[in-house]
Structures are given as C-alpha cells and as structure tokens.
C-alpha cells in the first residue's frame, strides 16, 4: 500500500485547508477520504463525516503528527508521500523563490504565474508545516530528489497541474475569489453557476484517477454566495495535489526550481525548452 496526504495549505491561520487521502495497492489508486479542513479530517478518523452544509469551517494551524495518525488511521497504512499547496523550502525565505520565478517563466503566458510568498503570508506558518513533517520524517523534495523516492514533502502549485489534468491551453477559472474578473458581465448567479461547471470538469477528471469521491458539489440553485463555495475549491486543491504526488510516483512529475525548493509539476504541462 502507498499512501499519499495531500494538503491544499492556507497561508494564514485563520482559513481551513483542504484535505485528500489517496492510496494505492498497485491495482489503482482510491480516495480514502477528502475534507475542507484540518478539524473535519480528524473528526473523519472518529468516523464523524463532514457536514458539507454546515455555515462555515474554522481555520487552525496544522497538527502534523495528528493528521499523520489520523490518515494511518483512515487508510490502515502509514502515510508514504505528503503533497501541498504552500511556498516551502530548506531554508528560511520572505520573497520569491527561484521555484517561483521558474514557475512563472515557465507557465506565465498561460496565465498561470506563481504568487508571491512573503515574511507574513505564509511566513512562520509555511516554516513551520515544513519543519513539522520534517521532524515527523518527511524533508522537502528538491530539483536533488530523484523520484519515486518515499517519505517526502512536495510543494505542488494547482495552476499548472490543472493545465494538464483538463487538456487546457491556459489557466482553469475556478478560484472563487477571482469570479468577478473571470466573468465581469455575469451576476451572482451566472458565476456561481460558471464555478460549479469547473468544478464539475475537475471532480470528473479526478475520478478517472482516484474512483469514487466523497465530495457532494451542491447544485447551483441551493448556493445562496459564492463564500460557500470556497470549501469545496480547497478540497478540490488537496485532490489535484495528491494527483501531482501520483505523477511524482510514477516518474511523470519534474520539479522547478533549485536544492533548497522546488515545484513539482505534470511534466505534461511543462515545455521541453523549459
């Protein structure tokens, strides 16, 4: 059995972070468990499920050891791999990254440039995470790691991988908080509609992978705003993440950047020249 934990991260630690739970036992891969925050994961461990509908889910940092136990717990195998969404490295950093900088040379013109992380945002918050696995066993996964070497950390960026996983020739709109640029001349309605169809097409190519999906997407007329939909926008995240740690397990992922941080990225998306 390879288990992967993959963590779509918030950078602050007042927002929740997604979580997925995938395995394999080299006759496919299944999702064991998906939740849209850290607090929801471990009540999943207790055999609590998430209440999909529930006002909002609280943000808290992560406790890396409770959350190895509690995905041990829910896969009955330890975790091998850890993938996330959050500007990591070996050392410690307050601007761009060379992993950035390449990220967004790389994928820029299609629309998918690397935000910039900063002493705050996620600062002591992403030293940390990285610190936390670190001493649990998982160091960070650089350009020097050669895959599908196990107990690792990978830093995984959405953007680049959703180009892809869905065959798209620029960026996906599916950011909850980018709806009102995406779609100018749409109303609420009509962009959450529009968000719901991308989720669709994500959920729909992440279970080609992983199988069934515990992730209810909700239909567009019992959305009452768009905040709603930012929980399942997060766990989607986890799960492209945790699909990045199946490529990364399969020789199909390359990292951009240097021995201190890197990206892991489809090497499907990533031009040959680059």
């Known amino acids: 059995m390879t288990v992967i934990l993959a963590i779509d991260a918030a950078w602050t630690k007042t927002e929740p972070s997604g979580i997925a739970l995938v395995a394999s036992n080299g006759a496919g891969w299944r999702c064991f ?12 461990a207790s055999d609590v499920p998430v209440d999909w509908t529930r006002s909002r889910f609280p943000g808290s940092a992560p ?23 959050m500007p990591i490295a070996k050392e410690g950093f307050t601007t761009r990254r060379i992993a950035d900088d390449q990220i967004s040379k790389t994928f820029g013109s299609r629309w998918c440039s690397a935000h910039t992380p900063s002493s705050i945002r996620p600062g ?35 953007h680049p991988a959703l180009l892809a996983l869905l065959k798209r020739p620029s960026r996906v709109p599916y950011k909850v908080s980018k709806a009102g640029r995406y779609w100018k001349d749409s109303n609420k309605a009509q962009r959450i509609s529009l968000l719901l169809s991308e989720f669709q097409n994500i959920y729909n190519a992440l279970v080609k992978v992983f199988g069934p999906i515990a992730l209810p997407l909700p239909a567009a007329d019992s959305i009452s705003s768009l905040s709603v939909l930012k929980r399942y926008e997060d766990t989607l995240d986890a799960l492209v993440c945790a699909w990045v740690g199946v490529l990364y397990m399969q020789g199909a992922a390359v990292p951009l950047g240097d021995d201190k941080a890197a990206i892991w990225c489809p090497k499907d998306a990533v031009k040959p020249e680059c």
């Open 63 to 85: 406790d890396i050891p409770r959350l190895l136990e509690a995905a041990r717990s829910l896969a009955a195998a330890p975790v091998d791999l850890v993938t996330v969404d």
């Open 124 to 158: 002591p918050l992403g030293a940390a995470l990285s610190a936390a696995f670190a001493d649990a066993g998982f160091p960070i996964a650089t350009t020097a790691t050669e895959p599908p070497l196990l107990k690792r950390l990978i830093e995984v960026y959405p």
């Open 33 to 44: 468990a998906v939740a849209p925050s850290y607090d929801a994961f471990l009540a999943l």
